[in-house]
């Protein structure tokens, strides 16, 4: 831990953008987008955090402020401490961060799935094409505004389209998953809902 | 012996005027015996050696996280389970163990036992399925049936326990489903004790093997700094000499109180991949023995954490406020504070990790998993430069990913 | 009446060594008992294949156990596992491949109907691209289950009036 404790108090004395962000386990920091690669960088050659483990887009909501952020884990190999470094998307329309690309190889696919998940786009990457679902898919699935069941999208493959007749359709759901949603209980509104999918196999979709 | 494999210059072989060659652009995969589950490699060859790997996945992308936002905390195990599907116990440790640092919760010595002893029999079945998979790849069917007789047996005590061969869901926030059956623990040892000569019958019929070690010694080599860089973790990262391992370097779930070896290779390539997980299951086998002689009493959930954990069930049917609380937790979920928290466990693949973004409730808001076959692969690109096409084989073999854990 | 067309019965006290049968009863017999799989392995249940395949539960008594992964070679295709839209073509197209007759064994929730994956990405079922013979429930099946799926499916094929398909083909 003492690591990683070090490690922040010289990023936030170096870069006066880093701040303290609230964690419930590993020393974490926010940084603006000016200074993610050279605060990254300074994890990596100075404080020893050789090791990207992860790298993670969150969707704040729709209309939050920031909406999107991106979130870095670093470990240090020698001292098997970690850290987390968050960064903030300025614009939700078009988000676009850095890339890590030039300081860990590894971060190349990391970036793909959070453009392919979220639409972040990440500036200076190699390769920038989606990763989980296939090239031309038109939405980004893991958004607040996309639901889960999906939206009915064409399938990529023309032939098998044409012999078959279907398409990516938007998974039945019958009304459920029920569960309450993120967020403190209010009791009087906890009771569990069927989360946006007002329609079944039966009733079509309203408005469609 | 390290085999060397150069990327030749096509287009300078044929500027010399010597027989014009193309390159051939394949697709390995999506359906291909060798690709361990739907993993595509573009290759571009020259011949018979590789001098481009584009590995295109997602073909099993089933939406995870985006399900886990639409999930109670414990209705999500599930999916946990299918994510490595070759090891589902340790996948359902690793889940609730990041999701209890939400509440900095401690489950009680008894339930870190238990979790203990399932993790390390699905490492060892994970192993063994690798192995077998490694074997059919360089054509050796007899390990692969072997092996399987010997996941039959731990089948067998899985169904014992939770009901189910694989896929269990076992674990819960707080705990795990229920105690073990009365006699559980002495079949665990029965079968470790006839499980470790089966495991040198099955190993010598590959280790020194001739054919083996040439298709495998100095095949897919990479260097310690190239796994660190590429975030390569598990044995992969062991085989190429980084000692890192989470359960001895950050131990979680009483861990620290079992002593076992950390087997570290030294060439990076194929082979001693195989070697390493071989004396991983040897090691496994060292912790249950461990974990079931200092198998402590007691509960096998968090019993004052009333907000997380369900009770019993009898008390449920006969007390009321049991009753309301198992309600609560069953439809709202069990609630966690909100924060954020990123827990790694040591899984025979490699550091599973979950990132979950709490914003109070029984429903996360973000669940990332971080997957250590995502980025064992992302390596690929780089290892299969310059090497055949059946090398490219052994080295997918020697890798053990799984892409259900790949693509989530 | 037509007899069943699984009748199939020698003597050789009384024929000698000439078997006399129904053409349908020798071909069904001949097909039902050398289903070679096409493993469509996608996801957890190619586990519970690879244990059908492997001693325990063994599919070579039932003259199943080559698997060749050569679309052109098999006669039943075993989709295990969840089908995504991003797969879903690669199915179909290793599905048309196969050559006549051939059958398709939906095996497990997630190849059925989409199993508990309702989201963006999965395909509800394999039968929204391929014609289905037998699903089997599960998640994933015992080998047990798988078995007699195939069991089932033999018996399919035992029914079928594969002489007349024959010639009118």
């Known amino acids: ?208 | 012996m390290a085999v060397e494999h150069t990327i030749p210059d096509t287009a300078a072989k044929n500027a010399q005027g010597e027989f014009e060659t193309e390159k051939m652009s394949i697709s390995m995969g999506p359906s291909h015996p060798s690709t361990h589950g739907v993993l595509r490699l573009q290759l571009e060859l020259d011949g018979e050696v590789v001098t481009k790997a584009d590995p295109v996945i997602g073909y099993l992308h089933r939406g995870d996280e985006k399900i886990a936002e639409n999930m109670t905390y414990n209705q999500f195990v599930p999916y946990t389970d299918r994510l490595d599907y070759l090891a589902p116990l340790a996948n359902n440790m690793a889940y609730a163990i990041a999701v209890e640092r939400l509440a900095k919760l401690e489950v009680p010595p008894r339930c870190q036992a238990i979790r203990v002893i399932t993790a390390e029999m699905a490492r060892i079945s994970s192993h063994l399925m690798g192995l077998g998979a490694f074997g059919i790849d360089v054509g050796a069917w007899t390990v692969f049936l072997y092996s399987f007789t010997e996941r039959e047996k731990l089948y067998k005590l899985f169904e014992e326990l939770t009901g189910a061969r694989f896929t269990t869901s076992y674990t819960r926030i707080g705990g795990v489903a229920r105690d073990v059956p009365p006699g559980w623990t002495d079949r665990v040892l029965a079968f470790c004790d006839q499980f470790l000569p089966q495991l040198e019958e099955i190993l010598s019929l590959l280790t020194r093997n001739r054919i083996f070690t040439d298709r495998t010694a100095g095949i897919g080599v990479i260097s310690g700094e190239d796994a660190i860089a590429y975030g390569l973790t598990g044995p992969n990262l062991r085989g190429s000499g980084v000692p890192l391992d989470l359960r001895k370097d950050r131990p979680y779930s009483g861990y620290e109180q079992y002593e076992f070896d950390v087997p570290v290779g030294t060439h990076g390539d194929a082979y001693d991949r195989y070697l390493v997980r071989g004396e991983e299951m040897r090691q496994s086998v060292r912790i249950i023995r461990q974990a079931v002689a200092k198998f402590p009493g007691g509960k096998w959930y968090a019993e004052d954490a009333k907000r997380i954990i369900a009770p019993p069930k009898d008390k449920v049917l006969t007390s009321m406020e049991e009753l309301i609380q198992n309600f609560m937790i069953v439809t709202e979920g069990p609630q966690m504070p909100a924060g954020e928290v990123y827990f790694e466990a040591e899984n025979p693949k490699g550091a599973l990790g979950f990132f979950v973004v709490s914003k109070g409730g029984g429903v996360p808001w973000r669940l990332k998993i971080r997957s250590p076959s995502f980025c064992n692969l992302s390596i690929l690109p780089k290892v299969c430069l310059g090497a055949m096409v059946s090398d490219v084989v052994a080295i997918l073999g020697s890798f053990d990913f799984v892409m259900g854990e790949c693509d989530r | 009446m037509v007899s069943a067309n699984t009748d199939l019965t020698y003597n050789s006290k009384i024929e000698g060594d000439v078997i006399v049968s129904r053409a349908d009863a020798v071909i069904n017999w001949i097909r039902s008992n050398s289903m070679w799989p096409m493993p469509m392995g996608l996801a957890c249940c190619a586990i519970e294949l690879m244990a059908v395949a492997a001693s325990r539960f063994d599919i070579a008594r039932f003259g199943a156990e080559v698997m060749r992964f050569s679309p052109k070679q098999s006669d039943v295709m075993i989709v295990s596992g969840t089908v995504t839209y991003k797969m879903s073509s690669a199915v179909r197209r290793i599905y048309d491949q196969m050559a006549a007759p051939k059958w398709v064994i939906a095996m497990g929730a997630c190849a059925s109907t989409g199993g508990m994956y309702r989201s963006y990405a999965v395909l509800q079922g394999v039968d929204r691209i391929l014609p289905v013979d037998v699903y089997v429930s599960g998640c994933p099946p015992r080998p047990e289950a798988l078995l007699d799926a195939l069991i089932k499916l033999q018996e399919k094929v035992k029914r079928e009036p594969s002489a007349s398909k024959l010639l009118s083909a």
Not at chain 1, 114 to 129: E, K, Q, S, V
Request: with cysteine.
């Open chain 1, 1 to 208: 831990m003492s690591a990683a404790l070090d490690a922040i108090r010289a990023l936030k004395a170096r870069w006066p953008g880093a701040t303290d962000r609230a964690t419930l386990d590993h020393p974490a920091i926010n940084v603006p987008p000016s200074d993610l690669l050279a605060v990254l960088r300074s994890l990596k050659e100075e404080h020893g955090f050789d090791m990207l483990v992860d790298v993670s887009g969150v969707d704040w909501a729709v209309g939050a402020s920031p909406r999107f952020t991106v979130v870095y884990h670093v470990l240090s190999t020698a001292a098997h401490d970690y850290v987390r470094v968050a960064v903030d998307c300025a614009d939700a329309a078009s988000p676009e961060i850095p890339s890590a690309t030039g300081l860990w190889p590894g971060a190349d696919w990391h970036e793909r799935e959070a453009y392919d998940m979220f639409g972040i786009r990440f500036t200076g990457h190699p390769d920038l094409r989606r990763i989980l679902m296939w090239d031309g898919y038109p939405h980004f699935p893991l958004r607040k505004d996309f639901p889960l069941s999906g939206v009915p999208t064409e399938l990529p493959d023309a032939e098998v389209v044409a012999e078959t007749k279907t398409g990516a359709i938007a998974a039945p759901m019958a009304g459920g998953p029920f569960v309450a949603s993120s967020g403190e209980i209010n009791m009087a509104e906890a009771e569990p809902r069927a989360k946006d999918e007002s329609w079944t196999e039966r009733r079509p979709k309203p408005g469609a």
